[in-house]
């Protein structure tokens, strides 16, 4: 038998990035793959992120209907609603509370 000498070739994180931009065949886990594999970063950081719903206008608007109830309920949660009122309501009645035992304190004294 013959040994076979083959030639081999180096890929580089900059190739694989190249190639990766290019390509729309790969799924998203394969495409993962390759860029854990020969430390291919994402392409930029200022990119915009692609749509899931392509040329879809009908889910686009479903996903942005969705988008728009989780961001509302984002703000809901973090207390940045809005109306300027209800906090405020709020507020004060803590501040009631939180007077009225300052108060007692400072008599048990």
Known sequence: MERKVGSSTTVTSKEVKAALEKTQTLTSEEEKVLRLRHGA???SKSAPLPRAAGNNEQLGDELLLIEMQLMKAMRE???QARSASKPKAAA????ATKDKIVRALRKKK
Do not use: M
Request: charge should be positive; proline fraction near 0%.
């Open 92 to 95: 004060t009645g803590t501040n």
């Open 41 to 43: 970063g994402a392409a």
């Open 77 to 79: 949660r973090t207390g």
